[in-house]
């Protein structure tokens, strides 16, 4: 069955510090994978997508990487503001039918000042 | 601007009264979607029009329930809602990220969802 796991569950950083979120997926075969920011309330938004020939993509502050032999991503958030706080949630897509999304429960971030 | 609009945002409904929830988009997009998403969960697809084409999801209970009425507008009806029922729902629409090629990077676009309550 087709997985997409985050670590960690949830996370506490201070505002200015960096982070990393991990995801490791067993989809095959693979498509594309997305991170998302979805705050609370709210519908998830796409931060970066990167198919499986591309190693990093960067968005801002974000920064992810994608090694597709181990199938293992990340999400680097440097320079962490107070509006980061949200859950990032990691979505695989699948080659071939690829109009369905396999999600990751997500990494509850929060940043305190 | 183009968008993905649910409405409404926040929808309280007793148990086993009917309710439908709104999603219409902007975008022109082939696809629409409807998920339910529970406290501290991925969201989990209940079923997708590929334009008219409706898939459903093996497990998505027969109290769910979509119509489509044209490439704009996408509704989910909960015939009888359930305590289990009360969920965020999240809309979603997709493209090919390349267009005109084979539809192998359909980027979803989420609205902002209706949180659902059932008394």
């Known amino acids: 069955k087709n997985q997409v796991e985050q670590s960690p569950q949830s996370l506490i950083i201070l505002e200015g510090k960096n982070c990393t979120l991990q995801?490791?997926?067993?989809?095959?075969?693979?498509?594309?994978l997305r991170w998302y920011k979805q705050d609370t309330g709210r519908g998830p938004v796409s931060l970066t997508i990167?198919?499986?020939?591309?190693n990093t993509k960067s968005n801002g502050r974000y920064t992810a990487t994608l090694d597709a032999d181990t199938k293992q991503s990340s999400l680097h958030i440097t320079a962490s503001q107070l509006s980061d706080s949200a859950s990032y949630i990691c979505?695989?897509?699948?080659?071939?039918?690829?109009?369905?999304?396999?999600f990751g429960s997500g990494t509850q971030l929060t940043v305190l000042p | 601007d183009a968008m993905v609009i649910q409405n409404p945002r926040y929808q309280v409904t007793q148990f086993g009264k009917p309710v439908t929830l709104s999603c219409s988009q902007t975008?022109?997009?082939?696809?629409m979607y409807w998920y339910q998403q529970k406290s501290s969960q991925a969201p989990k697809l209940l079923f997708h029009?590929?334009?008219?084409?409706?898939?459903n999801e093996a497990d998505t209970p027969d109290n769910f329930q979509s119509r489509r009425p044209n490439t704009s507008f996408c509704f989910l009806d909960i015939r009888s809602p359930g305590l289990g029922d009360a969920a965020m729902y999240l809309c979603?629409?997709?493209?090919?990220?390349?267009?005109?090629?084979?539809?192998?990077?359909?980027?979803?676009?989420f609205g902002p969802g209706t949180r659902l309550t059932v008394l």
């Open positions: 979505v695989v897509t699948p080659g071939g039918s690829a109009r369905q999304l396999t």
């Open positions: 029009y590929y334009d008219k084409d409706f898939n």
């Open positions: 995801c490791n997926y067993t989809v095959s075969p693979f498509s594309n």
């Open positions: 975008l022109n997009h082939n696809v």
């Open positions: 979603a629409t997709s493209r090919p990220r390349v267009p005109g090629l084979a539809a192998l990077d359909w980027e979803q676009f």
């Open positions: 990167m198919t499986f020939s591309e």
